[in-house]
């Protein structure tokens, strides 16, 4: 069954700070695997996109990571701001449905504090 | 920037009652996505659609629901019989190439059903 999980469920930091969120996938077979910022009653904004045969990419503070191998990725955010606040989505779209089916996880609620 | 556009941004209506929730995808867009998200769960894909007909649908896409795009720039998702179950928050996507490109998302319109 494809499947999308990601840790921690949520997350406290203070701002300035790093921090780091995991995702692990089942989905098969992979086509990208993506990360979205999604605010409370809003839809998701993408940050990353990734095939397989990409590692890292970057956008702003944000840095997300794919090892294709062990179907997980990490996003990590540099230098936190009060505006970061959101849930975090790892999202991983698969190669056998026609227009490309994304899978969402459940997202890391994730609160800077001042 | 241009944006994906979702109307109305909240809905209530009584269980059994037809719903019509619009939206108005990107506009050299080729292919519209439905996906609803249950408050505090995740993200589920409904429907795919392209060249104006359903690509692919999902196991919650039953007999209740439908969409169409009727005049060439709206998209739109019908629920013909509502259930309270179908409360959730209903997105809608619109992308213009296959599945690596990029799929923007709506803000979303709030469906209660009482």
């Known amino acids: 069954k494809n499947q999308v999980e990601q840790s921690p469920q949520s997350l406290i930091i203070l701002e300035g700070k790093n921090c780091t969120l995991q995702?692990?996938?089942?989905?098969?077979?992979?086509?990208?695997l993506r990360w979205y910022k999604q605010d409370t009653g809003r839809g998701p904004v993408s940050l990353t996109i990734?095939?397989?045969?990409?590692n890292t990419k970057s956008n702003g503070r944000y840095t997300a990571t794919l090892d294709a191998d062990t179907k997980q990725s990490s996003l990590h955010i540099t230098a936190s701001q009060l505006s970061d606040s959101a849930s975090y989505i790892c999202?991983?779209?698969?190669?056998?449905?026609?227009?490309?089916?994304?899978?969402f996880g459940r997202g890391t609620q994730l609160t800077v504090w001042p | 920037e241009p944006e994906v556009t979702q109307t109305p941004s909240h809905q209530v209506t009584q269980m059994g009652q037809e719903v019509i929730l619009r939206c108005v995808p990107i506009?050299?867009?080729?292919?519209f996505y439905w996906y609803r998200q249950i408050l505090g769960q995740k993200v589920e894909f409904l429907v795919s659609?392209?060249?104006?007909?359903?690509?692919?649908k999902s196991e919650i896409f039953d007999d209740q629901f439908s969409v169409e795009r009727p005049d060439g720039s709206n998209f739109t998702l019908k629920i013909r019989s509502t259930k309270l179950e179908d409360s959730a928050m209903y997105f809608c996507?619109?992308?213009?190439?296959?599945?690596?490109?990029?799929?923007?998302f709506g803000p979303g319109t709030r469906l209660t059903v009482t």
């Open positions: 990734m095939t397989f045969s990409e």
């Open positions: 995702c692990n996938y089942t989905v098969s077979p992979f086509s990208n």
């Open positions: 996507a619109s992308r213009t190439g296959g599945g690596y490109y990029e799929q923007y």
């Open positions: 999202v991983v779209s698969d190669r056998g449905s026609t227009l490309g089916r994304l899978y």
């Open positions: 659609f392209y060249n104006n007909e359903i690509s692919e």
């Open positions: 506009s050299n867009h080729l292919y």
